[in-house]
């Protein structure tokens, strides 16, 4: 289940509005088929796994991070009874479908079908994996991740506006990484107008992964190439987007964060000392310190190079 839950990430970013699920397929002790979800939604995991095994999927255990489909669709058949009509004996599934449209039924459908049906297996790890798609089934909108690169004291860039460099080359690389697992990334009016950024992914083999470009603005008119949002709220119901990066700047992170919008944190911290500069967040609607405790926890913290990142993820009740 972890290997077929790691080819699920290879689509990360690219399978909006579907889940990138991984899926693989294991007859007498080896693996006869892999898949995972092409960019664009279709063809699903499973389908890749079943085009690759053949007539050796016959008697197979499918390994898949989430329910197989159920419900129909014009862009092309559903999982659960095509895995059905090639005949594999076992199908271990990490997580049901959300999505009502499916939910429980192509378990059910794959278990009328006198197949044996184990589900849980790897759950926390697929629903990791899923987030965005989960978020968007639950809550109608995006996962959204805010990334911040600071100076230790919190600073974001120097008085005057320079922020070319805070962080070193690898904290960079591994920011355009993230990139690539996000189908859209957004940045508000004031760093647009000042920087003209390109939010492309700039890593080699990854450069045709560039999210969609998003620019925070209730005034400015979509330049070529850009969605603009109005304001925060707008995320709900924003369509073909799983996951959605915040980069910036310091009134658009504060916009947020006040609204309670942000699903997770990327902070990617230099051990340098600014003093007088630009501070990461302004207003974020705290009325009391206490109301500040219980609100982030740590999943991971790693140095990249002399940069310290940690990742934070809201905890909602």
């Known amino acids: 289940m972890a290997a077929a839950i790691a080819l699920g990430e290879r689509g990360r970013g690219r399978t909006a509005p579907n889940p990138n699920?991984?899926?693989?397929?294991?007859?007498?002790?080896?693996?006869?088929?892999?898949?995972?979800?092409?960019?664009?939604?279709?063809?699903?995991?499973?389908?890749?796994?079943?085009?690759?095994?053949?007539?050796?999927?016959?008697?197979?255990?499918?390994?898949?991070?989430?329910?197989?489909?159920?419900h129909p669709s014009p862009r092309g058949?559903?999982?659960?009874?095509?895995l059905a009509k090639t005949g594999i004996a076992r199908a271990v599934i990490a997580l049901t479908d959300p999505d009502p449209r499916t939910n429980g039924r192509g378990i059910a459908l794959l278990r009328d079908s006198g197949i044996e049906v184990v589900s849980g297996i790897g759950a926390a790890e697929a629903r990791a994996s899923m987030s965005g798609f989960l978020s968007r089934i639950a809550l109608n909108r995006p996962?959204?991740?805010?990334?911040?690169?600071?100076?230790?004291?919190?600073?974001?860039?120097?008085a005057n506006g320079e922020s070319r460099w805070i962080t070193g080359a690898p904290a960079r690389a591994h920011a355009h990484?993230?990139?690539?697992?996000?189908?859209?990334i957004l940045v508000g009016r004031g760093t647009?107008?000042?920087?003209?950024?390109q939010l492309d992914v700039r890593l080699e083999g990854l450069r045709d992964r560039s999210p969609q470009r998003l620019l925070l603005s209730g005034t400015v008119a979509p330049p070529p190439g850009w969605r603009v949002l109005p304001d925060p709220a707008a995320v709900v119901g924003l369509e073909q987007t799983n996951h959605l990066l915040i980069e910036g700047g310091a009134k658009t992170a504060s916009a947020f964060l006040a609204?309670?919008?942000?699903?997770?944190?990327?902070?990617?911290?230099?051990?340098?000392?600014?003093?007088?500069?630009?501070?990461?967040?302004?207003?974020?609607?705290?009325?009391?310190?206490?109301?500040?405790?219980?609100?982030?926890r740590l999943?991971?913290?790693?140095?990249?190079?002399?940069?310290?990142?940690?990742?934070?993820e809201r905890v909602r009740g």
């Open 143 to 158: 996962q959204v991740t805010l990334k911040l690169a600071t100076s230790l004291d919190g600073c974001i860039a120097r």
């Open 259 to 296: 609204a309670d919008l942000v699903d997770r944190m990327l902070l990617y911290r230099a051990p340098i000392l600014i003093g007088d500069g630009r501070h990461a967040l302004g207003d974020i609607g705290l009325a009391h310190l206490a109301d500040a405790h219980g609100r982030w």
């Open 299 to 312: 999943t991971d913290t790693r140095m990249l190079g002399s940069d310290r990142m940690e990742s934070y």
């Open 192 to 197: 647009f107008e000042a920087d003209r950024p």
């Open 21 to 70: 699920v991984g899926c693989i397929l294991v007859r007498d002790g080896r693996v006869v088929g892999r898949g995972w979800t092409q960019p664009g939604g279709r063809p699903h995991a499973e389908a890749m796994a079943l085009a690759q095994a053949g007539e050796a999927a016959r008697g197979a255990t499918a390994y898949v991070s989430l329910e197989p489909c159920a």
């Open 177 to 184: 990484l993230e990139r690539a697992r996000h189908d859209a």
């Open 77 to 82: 058949p559903a999982c659960a009874p095509t």
